[in-house]
């Protein structure tokens, strides 16, 4: 199944932070986190582990709720450049391969100045 | 360092016709996928490999082909376009099978059936 991603979307004005989630009706094993820019292939941001982790570079963290299946992307101090969709990926097991990975529909985040 | 690398990067296909979208890697990762994205949506896996000579269904793998000769190269066939097959395509690899590691993706083929 499917994750479901929330918001949809989200328009901020730079400096403000965001939230993106991810849930699932699965248990999980594993969470992708990808920004692709209109046009472009996605890009890589972090994985999330089972154990309950959070992650983070710069002003973009994550955290992985296992108990609840779901995971929550935070961008903090929003610069112009954080603008585009973002996909969580999830997976239920470690092995079975990347390929077991599901997408979520994605988020559309809208920085403006 | 290329990654992946996908062409072409852009076709208008007329319907019925056949096309194959190449894609090949030099980071010498084991698997490797494709996958479709259709506006406004996630990714959807069509076919994916596991090594040389090895590749299985996805998702949504009607309609297409793969093959798997060599590590680098994975191409992917559109036989009989239809239009529901207007999407834009990835092609991906990974080092490992865990779903731990990181996909690496290519920069898209957009892809219209009219």
């Known amino acids: 199944q499917q994750p479901v991603q929330s918001p949809q979307a989200v328009i901020l004005r730079e400096g403000e932070d965001a939230v993106i989630n991810c849930s699932s009706s699965?248990?999980?094993?594993?969470v992708h986190w990808y920004r692709q820019k209109h046009g472009e292939a996605p890009v890589f941001l972090m994985i999330?582990?089972?154990?309950?982790e959070q992650k983070g570079h710069d002003k973009i963290s994550a955290s992985f709720n296992e108990k609840k299946q779901q995971s929550s992307l935070y961008l903090t101090a929003s610069q112009l450049s954080y603008s585009g969709t973002y996909f969580c990926g999830t997976a239920p097991t470690l092995w079975g391969g990347a390929q077991k990975l599901v997408f979520g529909q994605g988020t559309r985040l809208t920085i403006n100045p | 360092n290329a990654g992946v690398t996908q062409t072409p990067k852009f076709r208008i296909l007329k319907i019925g016709q056949s096309m194959t979208l190449q894609c090949t890697q030099d980071m010498n990762h084991n698997y490797m996928y494709w996958y479709r994205q259709d506006p406004g949506m996630g990714l959807k896996l069509i076919y994916y490999s596991v090594g040389a000579g090895i590749t299985d269904k996805g998702e949504v793998p009607n309609g297409y082909n793969v093959s798997r000769s060599t590590t680098e190269d994975f191409p992917l066939r559109l036989e009989l376009a239809a239009p529901s097959q207007t999407s834009v395509y990835f092609c991906a690899s990974s080092p490992t099978g865990d779903s731990g590691n990181t996909i690496y993706f290519g920069e898209g083929s957009w892809l219209t059936v009219v």
């Open positions: 699965k248990a999980l094993y594993s």
């Open positions: 999330l582990l089972k154990g309950g």
